[in-house]
Nanobody, 124 residues
Framework: QVQLVESGGGLVQAGGSLRLSCAAS????????MGWFRQAPGKERDFAAA????????YYADSVKGRFTVSRDNAKNTVYLQMNSLKPEDTAIYFC?????????????????WGQGTQVTVSS
């Protein structure tokens, strides 16, 4: 079965950096777009970043553009989210997701599989 396992979350001070990883199994990774979403307490799960099958196209929410970078290693079946200049408002559970779509991958309903999430907490 498909498994997406996130890691790399934790507690960091404002201005710091974290790198999240998501290891995928049970699917043809190189034929799936991958996304990162985040959910703060009491809020909806929102789009943060996504990357196309080959990694040639990346997409970012305005709130993270210029600070976060999504990348993938198809040989390792892993997608990454490098988060720099973190702010307290970035505090959330971060979820990795896989989509068989190659376009319109910024919407939550474009995704077929989800990980369990990893907590990111940014202190002020």
């Amino acid at each position: 079965q498909v498994q997406l396992v996130e890691s790399g979350g934790g507690l960091v001070q404002a201005g710091g950096s974290l790198r999240l990883s998501c290891a995928a199994s049970g699917l043809t990774f190189s034929r799936n777009s991958m996304g990162w979403f985040r959910q703060a307490p009491g809020k909806e799960r929102d789009f943060a970043a996504a990357i196309s099958w080959s990694g040639g196209n990346t997409y970012y929410a305005d709130s993270v553009k210029g600070r976060f970078t999504v990348s993938r290693d198809n040989a390792k079946n892993t997608v990454y989210l490098q988060m720099n200049s973190l702010k307290p408002e970035d505090t959330a559970i971060y979820f990795c997701a896989a989509s068989r779509r190659s376009s319109y991958i910024v919407a939550r309903n474009a995704y077929d599989y989800w990980g369990q999430g990893t907590q990111v907490t940014v202190s002020s």
